[in-house]
Nanobody, 123 residues
C-alpha cells in the first residue's frame, strides 16, 4: 500500500508565495515521475509540473517562470515552490507519484494520488 500526503496549501494574497510538499511512503520499490496536478473551481484539471527520477522537468505554460519543482529521491518527496501567485492559481493541488511496488517488475509503475491541498489566492 502506498500513501501520498501533501502539505503546504493555504490562503495567500496575490503576488505572494507558497511551497507545497508531498511525501510518498509505504511498499515502494522505486518511483519514476512525481508531480502536481490541480483542479480549478471550474473543475478543470491541469498538470502543473512534473519531475522524473532522472531530473527532467515539465511545467504548464501557466506557471512557467513562476514555479519551481524539486525532488528528494532518498526521501520520496517532491516540492513545488510557487511565486508571484495569481487569483487563477486558486485550485486544489494534487500530488502524484508513479510507483513500482515489486522488484520483480521494476518498470511496472502505477500512479498514486494524494488527497489534495487547497491553495486560495486572494486578489
Amino acid at each position: 500500500q502506498v500513501q501520498v500526503v501533501e502539505s503546504g496549501g493555504g490562503l495567500v494574497q496575490a503576488g505572494g508565495s507558497l511551497r507545497l510538499s508531498c511525501a510518498a511512503s509505504g511498499s515502494i520499490f522505486s518511483i519514476n515521475d512525481m508531480g502536481w496536478d490541480r483542479r480549478t473551481p471550474g473543475k478543470q484539471y491541469e498538470l502543473v509540473a512534473s519531475i522524473t527520477s532522472g531530473g527532467s522537468i515539465n511545467y504548464a505554460d501557466s506557471v512557467k517562470g513562476r514555479s519551481t519543482i524539486s525532488r528528494d529521491i532518498a526521501k520520496n518527496t517532491v516540492y513545488l515552490q510557487m511565486n508571484s501567485l495569481k487569483a487563477e492559481d486558486t485550485a486544489v493541488y494534487y500530488c502524484f507519484a508513479d510507483v513500482a511496488l515489486d522488484s520483480r517488475y521494476p518498470l511496472r509503475f502505477t500512479r498514486h494520488w494524494g488527497q489534495g491541498t487547497q491553495v486560495t489566492v486572494s486578489s
